[in-house]
Nanobody
Framework: QLQASGGGLVQAGRSLRLSCAAS????????MGWYRQAPGKQRELVAVIGSTGTANYADSVKGRFTVTRDNAKNTVYLQMNSLKPEDTAVYYC??????????WGQGTEVTVSS
């Protein structure tokens, strides 16, 4: 129900833009966000954005990543600049509706080479 895309292999210092679109069966979306899970590590929050556009970021990505949303398209984006090898992970989108029910995307892999 959430389709993520945009991952790939890039060199350190380059950029990628991830997208995640919710299917039409999902309505009343409130908060949208991105998580990531690196090999051998726990899944962690990267960024979240509320319905009014207020965003919060993990300290490790502040100043490099920007989360935005298009409410008309039920889509959330993650612009990732100045990528580092430690950003290598599978990135998952997550959305909550106004009843606090959450949905997860299938994950898109990001690999940053040094």
């Amino acid at each position: 129900q959430l389709q993520a895309s945009g991952g790939g292999l890039v060199q350190a210092g380059r950029s990628l833009r991830l997208s995640c679109a919710a299917s039409g069966s999902i309505s009343s979306i409130n908060v949208m966000g991105w998580y990531r899970q690196a090999p051998g590590k726990q899944r962690e929050l990267v960024a979240v954005i509320g319905s009014t556009g207020t965003a919060n970021y993990a300290d490790s990505v502040k100043g490099r990543f920007t989360v935005t949303r298009d409410n008309a398209k039920n889509t959330v984006y993650l612009q990732m600049n100045s990528l580092k090898p430690e950003d290598t992970a599978v990135y998952y989108c997550r959305m909550w509706n106004t009843n606090k029910y959450d949905y997860w995307g299938q994950g898109t892999e990001v690999t940053v080479s040094s």
